[in-house]
């Protein structure tokens, strides 16, 4: 039975990076600088890859589902985030929260499994060229990016259902800069242990799942190359990899350090810069990972200015 004296907590303070005025005016900054480099770099990628007829391939297919995931992804978190640096007393009301942890949460598993695809694009067109336009089809693309999707806002559904019913009486202060999981359990009134280990075996089973599909992917791509007798023929291939296993690197590092290992070792402080690099730091290098390393994506950007420069 409820105590007469618990208050039921409505909305949530997020305590952010900082209450000096002069660091948080840099951030505040510091981020909006970001937030509009990753929204305009991602929506350049896009409109590049549907206007450019030659880019109308599975691989561009991806990273333009990548892009527009990178788009949602950082319109979750850091819009909220800079209204709460320049507010004096940032709050989130419970609704929003929950809501904000649900897009969280399906988006970064969307991504898990939109990478794992393009490994295995990668795969097939390093590894098996002959069978590339057999295997990765239009119909085959497109499934496969829907699955992504599909699968990673159905698998944390049930999750944050479970979250929502939870009561929470306080305190209510989330030390941290967007509702994040773990930072919103340990304010739960009740023993969030069940909770706890639903999310560690969700998180362990996308992020370990998709992260050892990817790297097989990889290991074979990397065998093949190897036995590419041309160095030139390596470099070739090499390069069509390098982008998406540096995207992949820090963006399962920093996910399976901070969802899967044990938190007995880090502090607030520490979740808050490594939680960075998956909500900012990844969608900020996005775009200029797959543009300046990218041969193809560098000849439809030229070409597009030059139309453009020649209708004005």
Same mark, same amino acid.
């Given at each position: 039975?409820?105590?007469?004296?618990?208050?039921?907590?409505?909305?949530?303070?997020?305590?952010?990076?900082?209450?000096?005025?002069?660091?948080?005016?840099?951030?505040?900054? /510091?981020? /909006?600088?970001?937030?509009?480099?990753?929204?305009?770099?991602?929506?350049?990628?896009?409109?590049?890859?549907? &206007?450019?007829?030659? *880019?109308?391939?599975?691989?561009?297919?991806?990273l333009s589902n990548l892009s527009c995931l990178e788009i949602l992804y950082t319109s979750n978190?850091?819009?909220?985030?800079?209204?709460?640096?320049?507010?004096?007393?940032?709050?989130?009301?419970?609704?929003?929260?929950?809501?904000?942890?649900?897009?969280?949460?399906?988006?970064?598993?969307?991504?898990?499994?939109?990478?794992?695809?393009?490994?295995?694009?990668?795969?097939?067109?390093?590894?098996?060229?002959?069978?590339?336009?057999?295997?990765?089809?239009?119909?085959?693309?497109?499934?496969?990016?829907?699955?992504? =999707?599909?699968?990673?806002?159905?698998?944390?559904?049930?999750?944050?259902?479970?979250?929502?019913?939870?009561?929470?009486?306080?305190?209510?202060?989330?030390?941290?800069?967007?509702?994040?999981?773990?930072?919103?359990?340990?304010?739960?009134?009740?023993?969030?242990?069940?909770?706890?280990?639903?999310? =560690?075996?969700?998180?362990?089973?996308?992020?370990?799942?998709?992260?050892?599909?990817?790297?097989?992917?990889?290991?074979?791509?990397?065998?093949?190359?190897?036995?590419?007798?041309?160095?030139?023929?390596?470099?070739?291939?090499?390069?069509?990899?390098?982008?998406?296993?540096?995207?992949?690197?820090?963006?399962?590092?920093?996910?399976?350090?901070?969802?899967?290992?044990?938190?007995?070792?880090?502090?607030?402080?520490?979740?808050?810069? *490594?939680?960075?690099?998956?909500?900012?730091?990844?969608?900020?290098?996005?775009?200029?990972?797959?543009?300046?390393?990218?041969?193809?994506?560098?000849?439809?950007?030229?070409?597009?200015?030059?139309?453009?420069?020649? &209708?004005?």
């Amino acid at each position: 039975m409820m105590s007469t004296n618990e208050t039921i907590i409505t909305e949530f303070i997020l305590l952010g990076f900082s209450d000096d005025k002069h660091i948080k005016l840099l951030l505040f900054a /510091l981020f /909006l600088y970001i937030y509009i480099v990753t929204i305009t770099g991602n929506i350049l990628i896009v409109a590049i890859v549907y &206007g450019d007829l030659n *880019l109308h391939t599975p691989m561009y297919f991806f990273l333009s589902n990548l892009s527009c995931l990178e788009i949602l992804y950082t319109s979750n978190i850091i819009p909220k985030m800079l209204v709460n640096i320049i507010m004096d007393n940032p709050t989130v009301p419970f609704t929003g929260c929950i809501v904000q942890l649900y897009f969280f949460g399906s988006l970064g598993s969307t991504e898990c499994f939109l990478l794992g695809a393009m490994a295995y694009d990668r795969y097939v067109a390093i590894c098996k060229p002959l069978h590339y336009s057999l295997l990765m089809t239009t119909r085959t693309s497109i499934l496969m990016a829907l699955c992504s =999707w599909l699968t990673g806002f159905i698998a944390t559904f049930g999750a944050i259902v479970l979250v929502s019913h939870l009561r929470f009486c306080g305190p209510n202060k989330i030390k941290h800069f967007f509702c994040d999981l773990q930072p919103v359990l340990k304010l739960s009134c009740k023993n969030a242990h069940t909770m706890e280990t639903v999310s =560690w075996i969700l998180a362990t089973t996308i992020l370990l799942g998709s992260c050892l599909l990817t790297l097989a992917s990889y290991s074979k791509i990397i065998l093949t190359m190897i036995k590419i007798p041309s160095s030139k023929g390596r470099q070739k291939a090499f390069s069509t990899c390098t982008a998406h296993l540096t995207v992949v690197i820090i963006f399962y590092g920093a996910m399976i350090f901070m969802y899967v290992s044990p938190n007995t070792a880090k502090t607030e402080k520490f979740n808050k810069i *490594l939680s960075l690099l998956y909500t900012v730091v990844t969608p900020f290098m996005n775009p200029f990972i797959y543009t300046l390393r990218n041969q193809d994506v560098k000849k439809a950007l030229h070409k597009a200015i030059l139309k453009t420069s020649k &209708g004005n």
